[in-house]
């Protein structure tokens, strides 16, 4: 017989496995994702962006890249991810993600913060965000004040 708690185990468990197998993966550039913010504007919790090898820059004066809650940003194959702000635009704006937000892999170059707006920040700005930073560099980035 099944009892409430087995149930509820049942349930638990083929949420966590269904929810990694409908994880979806999306590889920037390419024709269906041309962009970062392409890829960012459909990408949900679990899910991750891969980038290739390149130099990224602000496709419309803002942020290189604004992380969805929950997502995992990194390098698809061999060579740098470089995201290079010019010396005028931020790298990453992470704003009130959860835990699974995870940014890896990536060079930021001559990042800044943006001259009117929301000040700091300069390769990243994060705010009520919980994100997980590994082996990326940082070159030439500053923050506004």
Do not use: K
């Given at each position: 017989?099944?009892?409430?708690?087995r149930l509820s185990l049942f349930a638990a468990l083929t949420t966590a496995f269904t929810s990694n197998l409908l994880a979806e993966t999306y590889v920037v550039?390419?024709?269906?994702?041309?962009?970062?913010?392409?890829?960012?504007?459909?990408?949900?919790?679990?899910?991750?962006?891969?980038?290739?090898?390149?130099?990224?820059?602000?496709?419309?004066?803002?942020?290189?890249?604004?992380?969805?809650?929950?997502?995992?940003?990194?390098?698809?194959?061999?060579?740098?991810?470089?995201?290079?702000?010019?010396?005028?635009?931020?790298?990453?704006?992470?704003?009130?993600?959860?835990?699974?937000?995870?940014?890896?892999?990536?060079?930021?170059?001559?990042?800044?913060?943006?001259?009117?707006?929301?000040?700091?920040?300069?390769?990243?700005?994060?705010?009520?965000?919980?994100?997980?930073?590994?082996?990326?560099?940082?070159?030439?980035?500053?923050?506004?004040?």
């Amino acid at each position: 017989m099944r009892t409430p708690e087995r149930l509820s185990l049942f349930a638990a468990l083929t949420t966590a496995f269904t929810s990694n197998l409908l994880a979806e993966t999306y590889v920037v550039p390419t024709i269906d994702y041309p962009t970062i913010s392409s890829a960012t504007a459909v990408a949900e919790p679990g899910d991750e962006i891969l980038l290739y090898s390149g130099t990224y820059t602000s496709e419309d004066g803002s942020a290189i890249a604004s992380m969805p809650s929950g997502v995992r940003l990194a390098a698809f194959a061999g060579g740098p991810i470089i995201f290079d702000g010019e010396g005028q635009h931020r790298g990453i704006h992470v704003l009130n993600t959860g835990s699974g937000t995870v940014i890896e892999n990536i060079s930021f170059r001559y990042c800044t913060g943006p001259t009117e707006g929301v000040n700091g920040g300069g390769a990243m700005y994060a705010t009520n965000a919980e994100v997980t930073i590994s082996y990326c560099t940082f070159y030439g980035c500053w923050a506004r004040e």
